[in-house]
């Protein structure tokens, strides 16, 4: 007679232990944090209670205000995003199918694309005024670098196979861009724009931190301003809440994980 | 051996050629008029503020506490980063439990934290220092782990037939074998403690080269602008140029 071992009811999600520890580490910062709160060791408002950055939060969220302000910010990231991802998939493509044109400029994209780009910010207020128009500046140039790079990276990638065929059907170039390089470079071009999306945030914020009378980078800077703790606390919050909720989301319709699993 | 520098040449001078001709192209359009020169600076004008810029406003000395700041980030980064990524290498639940933590951290906009930094630490380099800190954190942390995971099983078992302590074991075998890996993340996170650094100083008008451009931008010296912000874009670059040739000496056979 077979052995049939004894089964196993799989264990609860809850008595995982793996849960169980971040259970433990999230209630050890938050109790952490309480005692700091309560204690007065540090300057009174700079590390308030958790139930005050959660009423803070509250209260930014039913906020119509806040809304419009989030609604400025999207709108310069997405045109940013849109005008610098467009222009940097062009230019991957353009380098990453062309030896000399890459082994000539690459070089240049692959080390300016790491420098720090709000040094830009003056010029792009002289160029663009100091209005949304130097931000989505500001969001352009920030995500271009990454989307650029990782097009011509993927570029290279593509199954020589592929482009043949692309050729044998005498496909014209936007043919061959629509149907062959695209569809072949999704996930290195999905990886770029999460880069170069994660990018434009912060170039755009900041820009907004230090010359704007709108948008959520705007908002931080006058929490600070004012010294409204709370509410600083609970901008940054909900600003990382929806960054990497967004960034995850962008991996999500572009299959990146179903790609990575085939 | 001819036939290849030639090869290289052509790429090189394309790319050379064609940098010195967008110069030139931006110099006849300033002069003739038809980009406005108060807001455009001519080249020529950028690059004779070069020698005022370093000169007057002391660049050496902003360059050195730059520097001052980016090392002390990359202290912390090297102690705490490599230090947290060998415990959750070696506790093995803490790592299951935090690593998407710590990856989601890598792709949060921390550098926005600056204003609560700023009330934490006041107007002060250790602000800066703890942003570039902040930035390159998870980036060291999860190529720490990478670097330890990806030590081969045989080296370990050398280790142990050698009846090395886990000390031993770390420093003779985990170590010098996670070393490269390890660098590839000190580097990145180098890279954004230094964008970090830059950006900070240029945002609160403290420290070295980022105040520089906001002193200059504010003073309305459109050449001198320009000029520090070659300036920077010049020292990043060579940054990056040295710290990849010594990656790749580290891992040649990448």
């Known amino acids: 007679m077979a052995e049939t071992g004894r089964l196993t009811a799989p264990a609860a999600p809850f008595a995982n232990p793996v849960t ?239 790609i990575r699993r085939a | 051996m001819i036939a290849r520098a030639q090869r290289n040449l052509l790429p090189l001078s394309l790319g050379l050629g064609t940098l010195i001709a967008f110069v030139l192209v931006a110099e006849v359009l300033i002069r003739a008029g038809a980009v406005n020169r108060f807001i455009v600076p001519m080249p020529s004008q950028i690059a004779g503020a070069f020698q005022r810029v370093i000169v007057e406003e002391d660049i050496p000395h902003r360059f050195l506490v730059t520097a001052r700041e980016a090392f002390w980030a990359t202290v912390l980064l090297a102690l705490v980063g490599v230090g947290i990524g060998v415990l959750l290498y070696r506790v093995k639940l803490l790592r299951e439990a935090t690593e998407t933590w710590v990856a989601a951290m890598a792709s949060a906009p921390t550098v926005l934290m600056y204003p609560l930094f700023l009330v934490i630490f006041g107007r002060s380099e250790t602000t800066i220092i703890m942003m570039g800190f902040v930035a390159g954190l998870p980036a060291v942390i999860l190529k720490t782990i990478e670097g330890l995971a990806g030590t081969r099983r045989v080296l370990v078992d050398v280790g142990r037939s050698f009846k090395l302590t886990e000390v031993q074991l770390f420093w003779k075998i985990f170590f010098p074998a996670a070393l490269p890996t390890m660098f590839v993340g000190l580097r990145l996170g180098m890279i954004f403690a230094l964008i970090n650094i830059v950006g900070v100083e240029f945002l609160i008008n403290f420290g070295g080269l980022g105040q520089l451009i906001n002193d200059l931008a504010e003073r309305y010296d459109l050449p001198g602008t320009y000029a520090a912000i070659c300036f920077v874009i010049l020292v990043s670059v060579c940054f990056f140029f040295v710290t990849d040739r010594v990656e790749k000496w580290l891992r040649p056979a990448d």
């Open chain 1, 20 to 258: 169980l520890m971040r259970i433990a580490i999230v209630a050890g910062v938050l109790v952490v944090w309480e005692a700091v709160a309560a204690s007065g060791l540090l300057f009174r408002d700079v590390v308030p209670s958790l139930l005050v950055i959660g009423r803070a939060t509250a209260e930014l969220l039913a906020d119509k205000t806040y809304y419009w302000h989030l609604g400025v910010t999207a709108g310069e990231i997405g045109i940013g995003l849109l005008i610098g991802g467009l222009s940097g998939l062009a230019v991957g493509i353009l380098l990453g199918s062309n030896k000399m044109l890459s082994r000539a400029f690459e070089a240049y994209l692959y080390y300016l694309g790491p420098t720090p780009k709000i040094i830009f910010f003056p010029v792009m207020i002289m160029w663009f005024g100091v209005g949304p128009g130097s931000k989505v500046a500001m969001g352009t140039i920030s995500c271009f670098f990454p989307v650029a790079l990782s097009a011509a990276a993927g570029m290279r990638e593509i199954n020589p196979v592929l482009i043949r065929v692309g050729r044998s059907f005498r496909a014209s170039t936007w043919q061959m861009v629509t149907k062959i390089y695209l569809p072949a470079m999704r996930l290195p071009v999905i990886n770029g724009v999460r880069l170069g999306l994660g990018v434009a945030i912060i170039g755009t914020l900041l820009a907004e931190t230090k010359l704007s009378n709108r948008g959520i980078g705007f908002l931080i800077i006058n929490a600070y301003s004012t010294f409204n703790m709370p509410r600083m606390y609970a901008l940054l919050i909900v600003l990382f809440v929806l960054s990497i909720g967004v960034n995850a989301l962008v991996g999500k319709l572009g299959g990146v994980d179903s």
